[in-house]
């Protein structure tokens, strides 16, 4: 059977799970966190010798950091003066943690020999570090050390979502009120940053139970595959998504096709379902603002859509993207480009073009012969336009799911961009959060598109409803979530 490679949730990081099995402290199965480097816990007492061979070098790594390195990190504790009186500068205390972040990953890559992989990235952006001034054990070891108290503190925990921590109560006392009370500052469902950090204890909870019943059946699928679910129904006639939202258009078919025991919280399943479904439902929205009035994709025969900068989540997900036809009652034809260069797995992708494949759909679908085409290509979005020549048919819609054009490739992003503006293709850009939005609209803006209103900067209702805590981030404080907003919306370049 083929093992599974999970990387290890939130709580494994936060050292309130095993670090082997994932599974969460208990009074039956408590988790002891391994003796050497104190970093995370396992479920036997001590590391299972399973788990050995592969966290000795980590341990090591990070006992040798404790005892070097990081007194950098330590540094820059005392340089910051986050905490004056009874507020907390969040700007500098945000600042002052992602140099410590970098300079504990930069050292630690120094002491491995090598750049880290995700789970050893994680470890570090996910150290409890407590809320006020963003202090780690780590540091509070160290200290305690230097000043030679011998009795070191551990941080305490919120004991409502577990998830926030802080290094004494006055610092509790700092940003209880903020953490309780106070809606999140990116504002969502009006929800305090306790109640996002219990959502996403529970979505994890959820993954897990998902993971291990596949697991158990043999089915050695990735993370990926967890729930791509999308409804078998298709509409008689189009609906406006402009108005509706998640629950009204989903949670009944869920439910329909999930029967579970009564009283079993179907919330994190839609959550799970939204991951995948808010690429078809996005580009839906993106159709329907862009259309305005004339709503004239509903009357179409073929719909094709470009999806740029396509990776792993799209192709995972391919099979929802039939929503849309079933939202789409006359479209007998579905067009689905999926460029980009994380693609270059695939066989032929790199021919001009893509290679295309007919996809299967559902028997009503088949019954009424409608048709799912998906295309593949490797190349940057710019290239596939200008090697298709005159075979190039402009599409309804093209779509960046999550770009993030402004942080990384910018340069060739741009030469997207100009391309999608020469050609008067009608686009939409989606990011993870509000500041990647906003850089990237200062990017359309700064080449010429004409943004329309109807994609802010703003949220996009069809945002997934499965939230990420933003790593490194010393308050635990925000989230991200895929295609959590709109970053622009353009059909032209402006006059
Ligand atoms: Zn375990
Ligand atoms: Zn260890
Ligand atoms: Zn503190
Ligand atoms: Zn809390
Ligand atoms: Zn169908």
Same mark, same amino acid.
């Not at 109560?169 to 009006?190: I, M, Q, S």
């Given at each position: 059977?083929?093992?599974?490679?999970? $990387?290890?949730?939130?709580?494994?990081?936060?050292?309130?799970?095993?670090?082997?099995?994932?599974? #969460?402290?208990?009074?039956? @199965?408590?988790?002891?966190?391994?003796?050497?480097?104190?970093?995370?816990?396992?479920?036997?007492?001590?590391?299972?010798?399973?788990?050995?061979?592969?966290?000795?070098?980590?341990?090591?790594?990070?006992?040798?950091?404790?005892?070097?390195?990081?007194?950098?990190?330590?540094?820059?504790?005392?340089?910051?003066? +986050?905490?004056?009186?009874?507020?907390?500068?969040? +700007?500098?205390?945000? #600042?002052?943690?992602?140099?410590?972040?970098?300079?504990?990953?930069?050292?630690?890559?120094?002491?491995?020999?090598?750049?880290?992989?995700?789970?050893? *990235?994680?470890?570090?952006?996910?150290?409890? *570090?407590?809320?006020?001034?963003?202090?780690?054990?780590? /540091?509070?070891?160290?200290?305690?050390? #230097?000043?030679?108290?011998?009795?070191?503190?551990?941080?305490?925990?919120?004991?409502?979502?577990?998830? +926030?921590?802080?290094?004494?109560?006055?610092?509790?006392?700092?940003?209880?009120?903020?953490?309780?009370?106070?809606?999140?500052?990116?504002?969502?469902?009006?929800?305090?940053?306790?109640?996002?950090?219990?959502?996403?204890?529970?979505?994890?909870?959820?993954?897990?139970?998902?993971?291990?019943?596949?697991?158990?059946?043999?089915?050695?699928?990735?993370? &990926?595959?967890?729930? @791509?679910?999308?409804?078998?129904?298709?509409?008689?006639?189009?609906?406006?998504?402009?108005?509706?939202?998640?629950?009204?258009?989903?949670?009944?078919?869920?439910?329909?096709?999930?029967?579970?025991?009564?009283?079993?919280? /179907?919330?994190?399943?839609?959550?799970?379902?939204?991951?995948?479904?808010?690429?078809?439902?996005?580009?839906?929205?993106?159709?329907?603002?862009?259309?305005?009035?004339?709503?004239?994709?509903?009357?179409?025969?073929?719909?094709?859509?470009?999806?740029?900068?396509?990776?792993?989540?799209?192709?995972?997900?391919?099979?929802?993207?039939?929503? $849309?036809?079933?939202?789409?009652?006359?479209?007998?034809?579905?067009?689905?480009?999926?460029?980009?260069?994380?693609?270059?797995?695939?066989?032929?992708?790199?021919?001009?073009?893509?290679?295309?494949?007919?996809?299967?759909?559902?028997?009503?679908?088949?019954?009424?012969?409608?048709?799912?085409?998906?295309?593949?290509?490797? !190349?940057?979005?710019?290239?596939?336009?200008?090697?298709?020549?005159?075979?190039?048919?402009?599409?309804?819609?093209?779509?960046?799911?999550?770009?993030?054009?402004?942080?990384?490739?910018?340069?060739?992003?741009?030469?997207?961009?100009?391309?999608?503006?020469?050609?008067?293709?009608?686009?939409?850009?989606?990011?993870?959060?509000?500041?990647?939005?906003?850089?990237?609209?200062?990017?359309?803006?700064?080449?010429?598109?004409?943004?329309?209103?109807?994609?802010?900067?703003?949220?996009?209702?069809?945002?997934?409803?499965?939230? !990420?805590?933003?790593?490194?981030?010393?308050?635990?404080? &925000?989230?991200?979530?895929?295609?959590?907003?709109?970053?622009?919306?353009?059909?032209?370049?402006?006059?």
């Amino acid at each position: 059977m083929a093992t599974l490679v999970r $990387i290890p949730p939130l709580p494994a990081n936060l050292g309130q799970a095993c670090y082997k099995c994932f599974a #969460e402290h208990s009074a039956a @199965k408590p988790i002891s966190s391994c003796s050497a480097c104190k970093r995370i816990g396992y479920c036997s007492k001590g590391t299972p010798l399973s788990d050995w061979a592969s966290h000795k070098r980590i341990c090591k790594a990070l006992r040798q950091l404790e005892e070097s390195g990081s007194t950098m990190s330590l540094h820059f504790y005392n340089l910051s003066k +986050t905490t004056a009186g009874d507020t907390i500068n969040v +700007t500098e205390l945000a #600042e002052l943690t992602n140099m410590c972040l970098h300079a504990d990953v930069y050292s630690f890559e120094q002491t491995l020999g090598r750049s880290l992989a995700i789970p050893e *990235r994680n470890l570090f952006a996910w150290e409890p *570090r407590c809320a006020a001034c963003g202090i780690t054990e780590r /540091m509070l070891r160290i200290r305690a050390k #230097e000043e030679a108290t011998g009795s070191t503190t551990q941080l305490q925990k919120c004991l409502d979502c577990q998830t +926030t921590f802080f290094c004494s109560p006055r610092h509790f006392a700092l940003v209880k009120k903020t953490h309780n009370t106070v809606p999140c500052a990116v504002e969502y469902n009006k929800l305090t940053q306790c109640q996002i950090n219990r959502q996403i204890r529970e979505d994890n909870r959820l993954a897990n139970l998902l993971l291990d019943a596949q697991a158990s059946m043999g089915d050695p699928s990735d993370e &990926g595959s967890l729930l @791509k679910w999308a409804p078998e129904r298709a509409l008689e006639e189009w609906q406006s998504v402009a108005t509706t939202n998640w629950e009204d258009q989903f949670l009944g078919d869920l439910t329909k096709s999930h029967p579970l025991p009564e009283g079993t919280p /179907m919330a994190p399943f839609l959550r799970a379902a939204s991951d995948g479904l808010t690429l078809p439902m996005t580009i839906l929205f993106a159709l329907e603002k862009l259309a305005g009035d004339s709503l004239d994709f509903v009357h179409k025969d073929v719909i094709r859509i470009h999806v740029i900068g396509a990776s792993g989540p799209e192709i995972q997900n391919s099979m929802v993207f039939e929503e $849309i036809l079933h939202r789409l009652p006359k479209a007998q034809r579905l067009e689905v480009l999926l460029c980009g260069p994380e693609l270059n797995m695939i066989r032929q992708s790199d021919r001009p073009g893509g290679v295309a494949m007919n996809m299967s759909t559902c028997p009503n679908c088949q019954a009424n012969d409608r048709n799912r085409i998906q295309i593949l290509s490797s !190349k940057l979005y710019h290239d596939f336009v200008s090697e298709s020549g005159n075979r190039f048919t402009v599409p309804d819609l093209a779509i960046a799911f999550n770009s993030g054009s402004s942080e990384v490739e910018t340069e060739s992003w741009k030469q997207t961009m100009k391309v999608l503006l020469d050609r008067d293709i009608p686009s939409v850009f989606t990011s993870y959060n509000r500041g990647e939005a906003v850089q990237e609209a200062a990017l359309l803006t700064e080449l010429g598109a004409q943004l329309l209103p109807s994609f802010g900067p703003c949220r996009n209702p069809w945002g997934s409803m499965q939230l !990420k805590i933003e790593p490194g981030f010393g308050r635990a404080d &925000g989230f991200y979530n895929s295609n959590g907003w709109f970053a622009g919306g353009f059909k032209r370049r402006a006059k």
